[in-house]
């Protein structure tokens, strides 16, 4: 982060609560896009979105400016879907997910996609990946973080990192070549 942000986290170990309104202005989007890649589901990503700020604020004064902190805010909100995906069931793809991805794959260009098309196309290829794939694919595919920066988010070694990547992209590798794309 730059010096002003590192000002701005000093404040908020202070207790500055208008310092902390403008952190989480700052990194609300990046931590909906983690939790919403990650659940599959926008209402509870913005719960996990909003947890994940209240123990930021929570443990704030805990935080080691040694340490990068969207890494810091990776971790805990790469924690919180863990827990969440943890406690319930797969997640099922629904028949108009496939439209969505294939929609998405003839289209022209770059756009941007809605969070119902990101819910949509995270259901259909992560259906069949463990938690734990959808943790280092999510934060590493999709959230374009080096494996130094996935391994300190997730607490995982190195070597477990390149296991559930490599085993993420297989599992995703052959559900794309089921639906036709090579």
């Known amino acids: 982060m730059t010096q002003i942000d590192n000002i701005l986290i000093s404040r908020c170990q ?4 208008d310092a902390f309104r403008q952190l989480v202005e ?3 989007r990046m931590v909906f896009s983690v939790a ?6 926008e209402d509870e990503a913005k719960d996990a979105m909003q947890e994940t700020f209240l123990r930021v604020w929570l443990n704030i004064s805990k935080y080691d400016s040694r340490r ?8 805990i909100v790469s924690r919180l879907c863990l827990d969440r995906l943890k406690g319930r069931t797969r997640i099922i793809a629904l028949p108009e997910d496939e439209a969505v991805l294939r929609h998405y794959a003839s289209a022209d260009g770059q756009h941007d996609l809605e969070n119902r098309e990101w819910v949509a196309i995270v259901r259909l290829l992560a259906e069949k990946l463990s938690p734990k794939q959808r943790l280092v694919f999510t934060l590493s595919q999709l959230e374009g973080l080096s494996s130094q920066e996935v391994e300190e988010a997730t607490g995982f070694t190195a070597k477990q990192v390149k296991s559930n990547l490599y085993a993420a992209r297989q599992t ?5 070549m089921k639906m036709g794309y090579e």
Do not use: H, P, V
Request: some cysteine.
């Open 172 to 176: 995703i590798r052959e559900r794309l």
């Open 36 to 41: 919403l890649k990650m659940l599959a589901d």
């Open 14 to 17: 202070t207790g500055d609560k």
């Open 68 to 75: 990068s902190f969207t890494t810091w805010l990776y971790a």
């Open 26 to 28: 700052r990194c609300q």
